[in-house]
């Protein structure tokens, strides 16, 4: 694992420990620039002992009231300039990525268990999709927080605590999904394929909690869609 890197016009980046205490990162989350409220970002820094601000995600964390661990991007989405003292890793603004695929890359680096991400999403149907599909080059545990529902990468599986009456999504990001096992669920499969270019696995409901996946071979994305009150979605155990 480095513990240095290059932070352009800010100079060296030095390594820092996570804030708990841990050499590497159990849980990284990555603040980006799409649409997302202060209230999801607080939600999802209350499980993470890393905070990482992708350009614009910056923003968020100011109205969050985070404190960020790194800034990483071009800086394009900023008004001012970064906090002196802030530790940033600055990035081309012509490049083949985007700041958040640089983000994940960089979590992924710092040896993180698991990457929580608030405002993947946006106004541009384009990042939209490409953010979703981008989880498919990823083996760790993510889960995408987004307007009061969660994505989560499932490579091997899942489990959630969830509430009754909840809706789930399974879609694959693989060509094809084998061997997937759902328990909690009204439609269950037990050892079924899932395809991409199909829409089997749409609109499932939790009659058990807590619920979950597993897969034996392929990647899901588990769209999870609390209806009502009761516990908010991004709280589980895997």
């Known amino acids: 694992m480095p513990r240095s890197g ?3 016009a800010q100079g060296p980046l030095p390594w820092l420990p996570p804030r708990r205490g841990f050499l590497v990162p159990r849980t990284v989350l990555i603040l980006a620039g799409g649409v997302a409220s202060p209230e999801e ?22 109205r969050a009231g985070l404190a960020v661990d790194l800034l990483l991007g071009d800086l394009d989405s900023l ?40 405002g993947a999403f946006g106004a541009r149907l384009d ?59 009204r439609y269950a499969l037990h050892e079924g394929v899932l395809l991409r270019a199909s829409t089997r696995g749409v609109s499932n409901e939790v009659v058990a909690t807590p619920f ?7 990647k899901l994305l588990l769209i999870h869609i609390p209806q009502g009150g009761g516990q908010p979605c991004g709280s589980f155990g895997c």
Request: contains cysteine; negative net charge.
């Open 6 to 8: 290059r932070g352009g």
């Open 79 to 118: 008004p001012f300039p970064p906090p002196t003292g802030l530790p940033v890793l600055r990035v081309p603004r012509e490049k083949d990525a985007t700041d958040l695929e640089l983000a994940l890359d960089h979590a992924v680096a710092l040896g993180a268990q698991r990457i929580l991400v608030v």
């Open 212 to 218: 979950g996946v597993r897969v034996r071979t392929g």
């Open 41 to 62: 970002a607080r939600f999802a820094s209350s499980q993470a002992d890393f905070i990482l601000a992708a350009d614009g995600g910056f923003l968020l964390a100011q």
């Open 127 to 185: 990042h939209t999709l490409a953010n979703a599909n981008l989880l498919a080059k990823y083996d760790v545990p993510i889960v995408l927080f987004h307007a009061g529902s969660c994505l989560y990468l499932v490579v091997d599986g899942v489990e959630i605590q969830g509430n009754v009456g909840d809706l789930v999504s399974l879609l694959p990001l693989t060509d094809e999904a084998r061997g997937v096992t759902t328990f909690g669920l």
